[in-house]
């Protein structure tokens, strides 16, 4: 009951185990007879697999076909490929990880041996059969063949001819004996204890095996069809938790904090006493001098900061140490934009570019514009010097720090400042009324430079906003699709130089605090953490605690042990003085709930590699686990992607014991341990406090088996008698760790997969390097280290991956194309394209000029347990490196919507834009198809490798379901509505496995909905989310809107609408498995939110729903609440991760409604967001 119904996974085996099988016969099948293509040429690919790919040996016979073709010209014809040992080696490459059968998880390679070895055994029975028959019938007749007395009809051949028969059958006899000596002699060998008979034995005992497992696929398809009671799979996610979150984060009500002058200008003193009394300042700011740099600006930006790493021959090799593609890169500095180097092109010069010549009548109506605004007195005419305004809306005088008098500048700066702000007082922030960041900074800096680049004028549909005097009443849309262009102008004006939009991805309060150990321990290097980081850091600290001093695990948790313990830690490494107010509450929050020895497992972590905690404290990570065979049942290399690049280095860590070289001297060390502990350090038996955790932190309790599993490693751990095995093995373990985190450091261009195992990569490369903080490696890791770091008005915090680019973009332009304004925002469009041609991995240039590509092959794929990675669109970055499958299927999705923009396509067959070629699309396709898992839906990074019992040694405590990559109702709509999208682009290619994939994985996703209807939402709140992706996904699958799965959670989301029209939801939603029964009371409007209702009403106007009011109460909720410039509120938090902590995504609020509006505007008609009273007058 606590992992989500992972009982059934023995039945699981069973039924889909025989699928196998019956993908074999179609492979044999459609390799024997083949199907026809519609024109008749040549035989179409196998909807089933290669054989040998079915057993997890070879990739799929249409990948050798797609090898041979993606090798041909373009002009070529497509005729059927000749077959080479390149193309089997590009078919290989093309699948996942070698030896994997995700549908016998962990005994995979022990099943499919027996089951190999019975088809092997088979067949040379079957031979050895054949030959002994044929034996004895030769044999009978070349005797009859030599005895003229007894040859009959022979007797009829001459002497000669006969003799030659008789030859060439005897050298036939002599090489069948040859060939069944050898079965021979082992029956011979074995006879006495097995009889003559042993080997048919065997194998017709394994036979029956077979028989058995493809007998319980037929029962199990026969109970599905029948709708007989089977238990649910691994990757259902179970129903309602019974234990419910019933605590709520506690605020100072009415508190406001400001970012103050020097916080923002960066002028900061890093002594103690200074810190704090900066910190506490909150004065009411209109900017900052911090600026957001992105892609190769970012770049020369990093470089310049590191450009004294020297080679040992003195060369400057900073440059070199930053790798990858620079497109999609975001980060925070106080450094003026550095020009790029003569060989690159800036983005804004590709901006530029775009202006000039992909609209050449763009250039002859800004003319006509300007004519007609001449004389314009507004602010923002042509004829102000915008140019020197914009610079100094928020700049300083030097002298006394204050803002520059002027107007119109002061007029201008207050527009911004409003239109940034989302509906809230210009820079305040106040938790009690919304602990979400509403990203004003950067959204001032990117309306700002907006309005630079275009002669200080917004987009025509909000051009009002230049005209509208204080005084004047609000201009509402009248009709949806006024909203939805409205907000595409708006969210137009925030999009980045190279593309992209940017935006806060924070949220979890624990992967700061990580990074903050992490510097303290490498000595506190100013390049990886300066001053005025430091001073917003510890704003961020100060401002999310709550009133009773804890902080929560994420923004809108409640106070946790686990947030509390990490948080206060990190504030007080980063200066903060134990005798300051706010210190002393969070020092009281913990000792009241036991000290830190009750927080969870990894707080404790960071307290021991920071020294102030003891390592027998903490439970074994033993590195050698890695060194089991593949094979073995539980192996690391089958765990989740994030889980086991967290526990690598963990493990590195723990088994070198690894412990801050000067804590033994510190005097703040010495300070922290007798801080966070009720008795004094000296007396703590750590041993016995590796168990103890807060109950506030225990969301997924260790079972006893695990406990047991614990207390065996403390043993083995502590006690002598393991002593020299464990040194013996040990060693090897941190050798494979070691090379393992090389690995991914180069895949990841030294990013890696995220926060936590960024940092803990990175001091294991500190330790590697005997604690050399020039060590190239070392370097490289602090470069990137801004990658993560994001500022908003409540400081500076730490994302949950180096961003959400690519995700947030792929959204923003379907939304776009749906509401058929490709074209009216043209220049907009290019820079996506040319964005999502940049952030495919491995795909360009760049990219293949980066050590990862290297890692692409089958060999270091297999060996560190990677799929393939080639023609993935990430999450982030392509610098990221790590492809998953719903981010591959929304950039897929994104790329073909906008082959529907005739300016877009022109760009490209006129040069200004880059093509994404067909065998793009194709990898990309591939990547998909190869992700899918047995039970026909799709996880995240990878195939799954494991069991569900698996959730049963979770040692994390805090978070839910980590432990494998289990399918997702997320993860299957984006892949098969991608493959479905492409289907229709590109129907020739690979036509029967995309159809058998899509049809899986329908199949899929109506198997984990609920009896309610709904679909429970793993990656954000929650149902209304699960409830658009369960739909959507069944509609273009080809399910009727009619059917009973779509209807019933059509009725499931109705019956959830809220009296003002919208729908609410909060993180309590994922964390209770259970619809939030108050909706989003505490951060939303009257319990809705504008977020959740886009997401029903995309849900439902895909259904086609019959409730057309229903419908029309949700678009005029989305109406009512879109802000006058067309932004929307941020409200609560909207995503979430491994079912128990919140994380931020300040796109979603501008980007769903945007979509919601015009799906239901092409659906419904415009008519759909009109009052009916006023339709009626009409």
């Known amino acids: ?34 199907t026809h293509s519609s024109d008749g040429d040549h035989h179409q690919e196998s909807s089933g697999e290669n054989l040998f790919a079915c057993f997890g040996v070879v990739g799929n016979k249409s990948d050798i076909s797609a090898a041979g073709e993606s090798e041909r010209n373009d002009g070529e014809d497509k005729k059927q490929s000749e077959i080479t040992p390149d193309h089997l080696a590009h078919a290989v490459s093309s699948t996942g990880i070698l030896g994997f059968d995700s549908s016998l998880g962990g005994f995979g390679p022990i099943c499919l041996a027996p089951i190999r070895a019975s088809v092997f055994l088979l067949g040379w029975c079957s031979v050895c059969s054949f030959l002994k028959i ?23 051949i001459p002497s000669l001819y006969r003799d030659k028969i008789i030859n060439v059958v005897a050298s036939i006899l002599y090489f069948i004996q040859d060939v069944m000596k050898v079965g021979n002699d082992l029956v011979e060998k074995k006879s006495d204890a097995l009889g003559d008979a042993w080997l048919p034995t065997i194998a017709y005992a394994i036979a029956f095996i077979v028989v058995l497992e493809f007998g319980m696929y037929l029962i199990g398809n026969a109970c599905m069809l029948l709708k007989i009671y089977v238990p649910m799979g691994i990757s259902h996610p179970g129903g309602a938790r019974p234990h419910k979150i019933v605590r709520t984060p506690q605020w100072t009500e009415g508190k406001e904090h400001f970012l103050s002058q020097k916080l923002l200008s960066g002028d900061y003193s890093s002594s103690s006493s200074s810190s704090s009394r900066d910190v506490n300042e909150e004065s009411g700011v209109l900017s900052s001098k911090w600026r957001c740099a992105v892609a190769h600006d970012s770049h020369q930006d990093t470089i310049a900061k590191f450009n004294y790493i020297k080679s040992k021959e003195g060369d400057d090799v900073s440059s070199s140490l930053m790798t990858g593609e620079p497109f999609g890169r975001q980060i925070w500095t106080l450094n003026e934009s550095q020009p790029s180097s003569d060989k690159e092109v800036s983005e804004d010069d590709m901006e530029n570019k775009l202006k000039q010549e992909l609209v050449p009548n763009l250039k002859e109506e800004k003319k006509e514009e300007e004519e007609k605004t001449e004389n314009n007195n507004n602010i923002f005419s042509p ?44 820079m305040a922030f106040d938790p009690s009324k919304n602990p979400n960041s509403c990203d004003q900074i950067f959204r001032a800096q990117m309306i700002s430079s907006y309005l630079e680049k275009n002669d200080g004028k917004f987009p025509e549909d909000i051009a009002y906003l230049q005209d509208k005097g204080e005084s004047d009443e609000a201009n509402p849309p009248k009709t949806a699709m006024e909203a939805a262009k409205r907000g595409v102008a708006f969210y137009s004006l925030l999009q980045s130089t190279d593309g992209h939009w940017a935006g806060d991805y924070g949220g979890p309060h624990f992967l700061l605090p990580g990074l903050v150990v992490s510097w303290y321990v490498m000595g506190c290097p100013s390049v990886m953490i300066s001053p005025p980081q430091q001073a917003l850091m510890l704003h961020y600290f100060k401002v999310h605690q709550q009133a009773d001093g804890g902080w929560g695990t994420h923004i809108e948790s409640p106070s946790t042990m686990f947030g509390a313990v990490i948080c206060y830690l990190a504030a007080r490494l980063l200066g903060a003085h134990k005798d300051e107010d706010w210190i002393k509450s969070g020092r009281d929050f913990i000792q009241k709930e036991g000290g830190a020895v009750m927080t969870s497992s990894w707080a404790k972590f960071w307290l021991c590699l920071v020294g102030c905690m003891d390592w027998k404290g903490h439970n074994s990570v033993p590195p050698e686990m890695w060194l089991l065979p593949n094979w073995f049942p539980f192996h690391p290399g089958r765990m989740w992607c994030h889980c086991r690049m967290v526990y690598l280095p963990m493990g590195y860590l723990y088994g070198s014991r690894f412990i801050y070289s000067q804590a033994e001297t510190d005097p703040l060390i010495e300070e922290l341990r007798n801080e966070l502990y009720c008795e004094p350090y000296d007396s703590i038996e750590w041993d016995r406090t590796r168990h103890l955790v807060a109950s506030m932190d225990n969301y997924s309790p260790i079972p006893t088996f695990m406990k047991f599993a614990q207390n065996c490693l403390s043993v083995y751990e502590n006690w002598k008698i393991f002593r020299p095995f464990r040194d013996a093995i040990r060693k090897a373990g941190l050798d494979f760790c070691l090379e393992y985190m090389r690995a991914e450091d180069l895949q990841t261009n030294f990013i890696d997969i995220g926060p936590v195992n960024k940092a803990l990569n990175m001091v294991s490369a500190f330790h590697s390097a005997n604690n050399d903080i020039n060590d190239l490696a070392v370097r490289s890791h602090m470069m990137r280290v801004p990658d993560y770091l994001w500022v908003a008005e409540d400081g500076m915090k730490m994302q949950g991956y180096n961003g959400s680019q690519c995700w947030d973009t792929s959204f923003a332009i379907q939304a776009v194309w749906e509401c058929g304004l490709l074209d009216k925002f043209p220049i907009l469009s290019a820079k996506v394209w040319a964005f999502l041609e940049r952030t495919q991995i491995l795909s360009t240039e760049c990219s293949q000029s980066t050590p990862a590509y290297q890692y692409e092959s089958c060999d270091s794929r297999d060996k560190f347990y990677r799929h393939v990675s080639k023609g993935g669109w990430p999450f982030s970055t392509s610098a990221h490196g790590w492809p998953i499958s719903d981010c591959t299927g929304e950039g897929l999705k994104g790329v073909l919507a906008l082959m529907d923009s005739p300016i877009v396509m022109d760009g490209v067959k006129r040069g200004i834009l880059k093509d994404i070629e067909p065998r793009r699309l194709y990898d990309a396709v591939n990547v998909i198809l190869t992700l899918q898992n047995e039970d026909g839906g799709w996880a995240t990074y990878e195939n799954n490798r494991g069991f569900g019992w698996y959730e049963e040694l979770n040692p994390s405590e805090v978070f839910g379901d980590i432990m494998i990559d289990y399918s997702y109702v997320e993860c299957s709509m984006a892949s098969l509505t991608a493959l479905a999208d492409f289907h229709e682009k590109y129907p020739d290619h690979r036509t029967n496995e995309i159809t058998f994939a899509i049809k899986r994985g329908a199949e899929f996703m109506k198997s984990i909905q609920r009896k309610d209807g709904s679909w429970y939402g793993s990656w954000a709140c929650c149902f209304c989310y699960g409830c658009w992706f369960g739909i959507e996904g069944l509609i273009k699958s080809g399910e009727s809107a009619s059917s009973p799965a779509i209807q019933k959670c059509c009725q499931y989301l109705l019956s959830q609408q809220r009296a003002n029209g919208g729908w609410g939801e909060d993180f309590t939603s994922c964390y209770d498995k259970d619809y939030a029964a108050n909706g989003m009371q505490s951060y939303g409007d009257d319990g809705s939110g504008v977020v959740n209702t886009a997401w029903a009403l995309m849900a439902l106007s895909a259904a086609k729903c019959n409730d057309v009011e229903a419908v029309r109460k949700g678009v005029r909720y989305l109406m009512s609440r879109q802000l006058d410039c067309g932004d929307w509120p941020q409200e609560g938090i ?24 015009g799906r239901c505007v092409a659906t419904y008609g415009d008519n759909i967001g009109k009052d009916p009273c006023i339709k009626e007058l009409e």
Not at 15 to 25: E, H, K
Not at 411 to 426: C, F, H
Not at 1134 to 1157: D, E, K, M, Q, S
């Open 1 to 34: 009951s606590t992992t989500g119904g992972c009982g059934g996974r023995f039945i699981d085996w069973w039924i889909f185990g025989g699928s196998v099988w019956i993908r074999a016969a179609l492979c044999l099948w459609d390799g024997m007879a083949g």
């Open 134 to 156: 044929s034996y004895n019938e030769l044999v009978d007749f070349i005797t009859k063949l030599a005895d003229p007395a007894s040859a009959g009809h022979f007797q009829q």
């Open 383 to 426: 004829l102000s010097p915008l140019g020197d305004l914009v610079q100094n809306i928020f700049s300083f005088d030097r002298d006394n720090e204050s803002p520059k008098e002027d107007p119109k500048q002061d007029e201008t700066a207050k527009l911004i400042e409003t239109i940034a702000s989302g509906g809230r007082n210009p």
């Open 1134 to 1157: 909207a995503g979430v991760f491994n079912r128990a902590c919140g994380i931020t995504y300040t796109a979603y609020r501008n980007v769903f409604p945007i979509w919601a509006l």
